[in-house]
């Protein structure tokens, strides 16, 4: 059964750091793999979508990374504001399947 | 592109009454739609996966005759929360998918759903 971890639950940091959330996942037979945004009460926006055939895709301030051999994917975000301030979701599609696994994910939060 | 759309956005209903949701892909069809739920502080958990047409898969554990799944045409879902308890409240999201677009999933803006 597939597990997604996200560490850290937690993050503070004062705007304009640099900064990298992490997802891990168990079984490394992945379709993709998903960064998604949540505001509080709000539905998800999806940030990147990195195919397991990639290695990582940018958005603007935002690179996501998969190493899947390994089981992990990383979310670097570059000096960072507090809009950025939300909970990021990492999420596994099962290869074939279209099913998400998502981790618990990791509240961020940006200090002016 | 690729916007889904949910209604209604919050809603309160009495514990024993029934409550609908639909979920709507507004700028293209959906070739499966999804219903999650998200307790909180917990992460987004799929009950059902539907295709238009068909019966809907449910998740282990997910009570097929308590949480009914339409999917009435390629671009709307509805999810019917029969009998509700207060257990029942929590936060649905739905999201939407399309061949076309490598299978990635749009999600609504989800629903509150408060049972008193």
């Known amino acids: 059964k597939q597990e997604v971890t996200q560490i850290p639950a937690a993050l503070s940091v004062p705007e304009g750091e640099n900064l990298v959330l992490n997802c891990s996942f168990t079984d490394s037979a992945i379709y993709n793999l998903q960064w998604f945004r949540q505001d509080p009460g709000k539905g998800l926006t999806s940030l990147l979508l990195i195919q397991s055939s990639q290695r990582e895709q940018t958005s603007g301030r935002l690179n996501a990374s998969l190493d899947k051999s390994s089981g992990r994917s990383t979310l670097y975000i570059a000096a960072s504001q507090p809009g950025d301030s939300a909970t990021y979701l990492c999420a596994v599609d099962q290869g074939g399947s279209e099913k998400l696994v998502f981790g618990k994910g990791t509240k961020l939060t940006v200090n002016p | 592109g690729a916007v889904v759309s949910q209604h209604p956005s919050w809603v309160i209903c009495k514990s024993g009454t029934s409550v609908k949701i639909e979920c709507r892909s507004l700028d293209f069809q959906a070739t499966t739609m999804f219903w999650y739920r998200q307790f909180p502080k917990q992460s987004l958990m799929l009950m059902a996966t539907?295709?238009?047409?068909?019966?809907?898969?449910?998740e282990q554990g997910v009570e097929k005759d308590k949480f009914l799944i339409n999917h009435a045409s390629l671009t709307l879902s509805t999810l019917t929360v029969t009998s509700a308890h207060p257990e029942d409240s929590s936060f649905y999201i739905c999201?939407?998918?399309?061949?076309?677009?490598?299978?990635?999933?749009?999600f609504g803006p989800g629903t509150r759903l408060t049972v008193t």
């Open positions: 999201s939407a998918s399309q061949r076309e677009r490598s299978y990635e999933q749009y």
């Open positions: 539907s295709n238009e047409g068909s019966k809907a898969t449910y």
